[in-house]
């Protein structure tokens, strides 16, 4: 016999209580009924589902949510706050949805990101030693220490000209902080590729995560 939504929301509360060695499986089960809600389930019942989706994203491992979110492009059925918990670690395809869909979003009403200053990030970052850039670029853009790094870690580079447009750098001010923080000269022309009401909007979610 099927479970309930809400017997199976019970569950998947139980899976999540048993604590960091289920929550990759537990974020596959959420994606799965996410991407494929069962047709005897209330349209109200995602709710919790998708908080319990967002909640487990957050907790889990980089490798686990790289995993579940190759399963996530093309479903236009999950909000977008969702998708951008997995931007960090999304193929290029699920991240150019994800800037589309966050530039097709209604601005009226909306925070504005935090502006950072180019000027004082670059002379700041230049006076770095010793990978202490992480905590200056984290500082300057108002994002988490943790997030930062990330952003930074990313091989693309896409990350960091995502969150240096929404904050309000311009190219000059990105390139150079693009090539302290080490990446490629190739990679600069990214920046010109991304929308810029979809990074601000992105570049908030990020702050907000803080």
């Keep these: 016999m099927a479970l309930s939504s809400r017997e199976r929301l019970n569950h998947l509360l139980d899976l999540a209580a048993r604590g960091p060695e289920g929550r990759a499986a537990l974020l596959d089960d959420l994606a799965e009924l996410l991407v494929d809600w ?16 967002e909640k487990t994203a957050r ?7 790289a995993a579940v979110a190759a399963k996530l492009a093309g479903h236009d059925e999950l909000p977008v706050a969702l998708l951008n ?35 004082a990030l670059v002379s700041a970052a230049r006076r770095t030693m010793n990978g202490a850039f992480a905590d200056v ?4 853009l108002s994002l988490p220490r943790a997030l930062a790094q990330a952003i930074l870690d990313d091989a693309s580079g896409q990350a960091l000209a995502v969150a240096c447009k929404g904050a309000g750098l311009d190219r000059a001010a990105y390139s150079a902080v693009a090539l302290i923080a080490g990446c490629p000269p190739a990679q600069l022309s990214g920046y010109d590729a991304i929308p810029e009401g979809a990074a601000e909007r992105l570049t908030r979610f990020w702050q907000e995560r803080g």
Excluded: H, V
């Excluded at 589309?100 to 009403?109: H, K, S, T, V």
């Design 59 to 65: 907790e889990t491992d980089a490798k686990g949510r």
């Design 137 to 140: 670029f984290a500082t300057a």
């Design 85 to 119: 918990e997995f931007f960090l670690d999304a193929s290029a395809p699920l991240r150019a949805e994800i800037l589309e869909r966050n530039e097709a979003l209604d601005a009226e009403g909306e925070t504005a990101p935090a502006r950072a200053d180019g000027q």
């Design 38 to 53: 069962p047709a005897d389930y209330a349209q109200a019942m995602r709710g919790p589902f998708e908080a319990l989706f």
